[in-house]
Nanobody, 123 residues
């Protein structure tokens, strides 16, 4: 069974950095677009970043451009999210997602999901 598992969340102060990782089981994900979404309490799931299977094409939400970096290691079937200059507004559960094609910013277009990892940024 294919599965995505996120890790690396935690409690940090504003301005700190944090790195998330998402491990994917199965070779299928090596050929999939992978991305990160986040969801804060009471809010809709929000697109954060995505990377195509080659690793050359990346996409970011305007709110995280210049602060977050997405990357992937196809050999390990792992996707990463380096988060710098964290703000309290970044507080959310972060989810790893994968799909056979780039589905843009719409979370409903991604087929596979991880369980989420909590990121909390204090003021």
């Amino acid at each position: 069974q294919t599965q995505l598992v996120e890790s690396g969340g935690g409690l940090v102060q504003a301005g700190d950095s944090l790195s998330l990782s998402c491990g994917a089981s199965g070779r299928t994900f090596s050929a999939y677009v992978m991305g990160w979404f986040r969801q804060a309490p009471g809010k809709e799931r929000e697109f954060v970043a995505a990377v195509e299977r080659s690793g050359g094409n990346t996409y970011y939400a305007d709110s995280v451009k210049g602060r977050f970096t997405i990357s992937r290691d196809n050999a390990k079937i792992t996707v990463y999210l380096q988060m710098n200059s964290l703000k309290p507004e970044d507080t959310a559960v972060y989810y790893c997602a994968a799909n056979a094609y780039y589905s843009g910013t719409y979370y409903g277009g991604y087929r596979y999901w991880g369980q989420g990892t909590q990121v909390t940024v204090s003021s």
